[in-house]
């Protein structure tokens, strides 16, 4: 009886310490902002007088916030803060009106896949295209266009952007791409001499899988690659074949104009191959338009 009595005076004096904190706590108009929030009674709130400090600190925060990379919350973008399910607190990281609109606006990276492709190109937009360069202009009419008839007609050719490094051409179809993306089209960037590179890793087999049957691909930088007998008879004629029979559209960048594209095919370690390096050609030619694009240097 004696323990049971002392059990209940402990219990008393619990009780009574939770409300003195809760109290103690609600002399900050932000967590009383925040009980206010969860409509709950006080008796029920007061148990978790120290989860709610916790929610009224990161709260605070986001009051104070002006961008989301000086968000010190514990998870950046979020805010710890009470939730009522079943008429029972629970606490939870929402994301915060910064967080939101950044979602809003990458959401549309889910229709894409980069491989091997830096960070400019898998940000790169329309907006931000150089368009005051007039030999650039016959490139960026093109796409345009494009953009405009890809919805009625899926299967369209792409398009084999070739000319000097650096002029921007890899920018403007992952800018294409990324729009199409917006779209909700799927796509996929692929920049081949790395790609080729990594044809001997356990996971390329499914790259590969995926690389081949997407509705949309961006062949990067094709012609830079160290040709092989084996890359260029097992992979990229195989890829390009598939591509053309079932009518999926496809770009291609490079240094190379067609006719030098194919010189460079034809020389492998197996010797000089023309007709195997001309039939690679001859699928390009069903895909893709060639256009030459000479422009300044935008790296420098």
Not at 198 to 208: G, H, I, L, P, S
């Amino acid at each position: 009886m004696e323990a049971l009595k002392k059990k209940l005076e402990n219990t008393h004096f619990e009780k009574i310490d939770l409300g003195v904190e809760f109290e103690k706590s609600m002399q900050n108009p932000v967590f009383q902002d925040i009980v206010k929030k969860t409509k709950l009674p006080k008796e029920e709130l007061q148990k978790y007088t120290s989860f709610l400090e916790d929610a009224k600190e990161e709260y605070s925060h986001c009051l104070e916030c002006k961008n989301l990379l000086d968000c010190p919350n514990r998870v950046r973008g979020h805010v710890y803060f009470p939730v009522v399910r079943n008429k029972q607190l629970d606490f939870e990281y929402k994301p915060c009106s910064y967080q939101i609109k950044l979602e809003k606006k990458t959401k549309y990276q889910k229709n894409i896949r980069f491989f091997e492709v830096p960070t400019i190109l898998k940000e790169a937009s329309m907006d931000s295209i150089y368009k005051t360069d007039k030999s650039r202009y016959e490139a960026i009419l093109w796409i345009g266009d494009f953009l405009k008839k890809y919805e009625e007609n899926p299967s369209s050719k792409g398009l084999y952007l070739y000319g000097n490094f650096g002029c921007g051409k890899s920018y403007l179809l992952a800018a294409l791409l990324n729009e199409l993306a917006k779209q909700n089209h799927v796509s996929a960037m692929v920049f081949w001499p790395e790609f080729l590179r990594q044809a001997f890793y356990d996971d390329f087999k499914e790259k590969f899988e995926y690389v081949k049957k997407v509705p949309i691909l961006l062949i990067d930088d094709i012609g830079a690659e160290n040709v092989t007998a084996w890359n260029r008879d097992e992979i990229l004629c195989p890829l390009l074949q598939y591509r053309m029979e079932e009518g999926l559209t496809t770009f291609f960048t490079s240094n190379l104009s067609l006719e030098n594209l194919e010189q460079h095919l034809s020389n492998s370690k197996s010797g000089v191959e023309e007709i195997k390096a001309g039939r690679i050609i001859s699928r390009i030619e069903q895909l893709a338009m060639p256009l030459e694009m000479i422009s300044k240097n935008l790296r420098k």
